[in-house]
């Protein structure tokens, strides 16, 4: 018999053989597989789902609804090989999902967050380097934590100060300009890192094993900060607690963007499309979210609009 485990490590691999980053759906997966295995059930079943919200029902609906598409897309490829699949339906979780408002770092806050990360300790001193070179390079250039992640050191051009995203969310390559001082940090967390371990091909951020840090290790060490700078409270048994995220340092940089645009007098129609394509956003929608979402950037938005109507309707009454 072959088992719901062995069933999702052949899926994982051919998503990833695709370009898809399941680093946390991967997480998420191998629950419910072993949770599977556990109860003997070696295909999926509608049943065999509600029993393991029963068993770790603890979440909101929200949370559920999203595990529950993470196994509708397994359960979906799970189909070719075993007819005795059932596709839980996409409603049997009620949820009404909502996106959350960023948190917006202050300046103060984000040299805090990378001077602190630059203390944690470990066995050979990495740690420290490769936390507060991700944490600062996503904070001033607004990539993904997993693009960060995902970069090799040919991804990353000092020279040229330039950055090639090979694996964005919407499997889009594209190219982030960095400045000379992110340039010139970067190239001093590669020579400690050569120093440490010496060798140079391969992943650019790593831990102190040598091997490519991870997402579950870079979300810990986050919030080990920002709760030691009380952006989060305290917790035990290592547990991340709730409060700003590290994905806000992208949400940061975006808004901050915005509103030098609004206050440089610029067109923020025009300058929202190379920021949707710098981001990696699917569309200028998703971009515009922004000003929506930060009541700072919504009211400026409003006053140049309010600008631009009364000069239009002084513009008419000239004419006449």
């Known amino acids: 018999m072959t088992t719901l485990s ?15 980053d399941l680093t946390f759906d991967g997480r998420v997966l191998r629950v419910f597989s072993a949770f ?11 049943d065999l789902f509600l029993r393991w919200k029963a068993a770790y029902g603890h979440a909101n609906n929200d949370t559920w609804a999203h595990r529950l598409g ?20 996409a409603g049997l979780i009620p949820a009404k999902w909502r996106r959350p408002r960023p948190y917006i770092y202050s300046e ?4 805090t967050l990378v001077s602190r990360a630059a203390t ?17 390079l996503i904070a001033v250039t607004g990539l993904r934590i997993n693009e960060g992640l995902q970069l090799d050191d040919d991804d990353i051009d000092l020279d040229a100060g330039v ?12 190219l982030v300009p960095i400045a000379p001082s992110t340039a010139e940090r970067l190239a001093a967390y590669r020579v400690e890192r050569m120093r440490l371990l010496g060798s140079k091909a391969g992943a650019f951020f790593r831990n102190d094993e040598g091997r490519r840090m991870t997402d579950c290790s870079a979300r810990y060490n986050f919030a080990v900060v920002s709760q030691g700078m009380g952006l989060r409270e305290a917790q035990r048994f290592c547990k991340h607690g709730r409060g700003p995220r590290i994905h806000d340092l992208r949400h940061t940089f975006a808004v901050r963007t915005i509103m030098d645009w609004y206050r440089k007098g610029l067109d923020p129609d025009r300058e929202m499309l190379r920021l949707t394509t710098y981001l990696g956003h699917l569309k200028p929608d998703h971009t515009y979210w922004y000003i929506e979402a930060v009541p700072e950037l919504l009211q400026l938005a409003s006053k140049r609009a309010e600008h631009s109507l009364k000069k239009g309707v002084a513009g008419k009454g000239r004419v006449q």
């Not at 599977?36 to 509608?46: E, K, L, N, Q, S």
């Not at 799970?78 to 839980?88: A, K, Q, V, W």
């Not at 103060?108 to 040299?111: D, H, K, L, P, Q």
């Open 36 to 46: 599977a295995d556990r109860a003997g059930a070696d295909h999926i079943t509608v």
């Open 163 to 174: 950055i090639t995203v090979k694996r964005g969310k919407n499997r889009k390559v594209r």
């Open 108 to 111: 103060r806050e984000v040299a």
């Open 120 to 136: 944690l300790r470990s066995r050979y001193g990495l740690r420290s380097w490769t936390c507060s070179t991700l944490f600062g």
């Open 6 to 20: 062995q069933r999702l490590a052949d899926y994982l691999a051919v998503r990833r053989g695709l370009g898809f």
């Open 70 to 89: 993470m196994v509708r897309a397994f359960a979906s490829w799970l189909r070719g090989y075993d007819e005795r699949t059932e596709i839980p339906p």
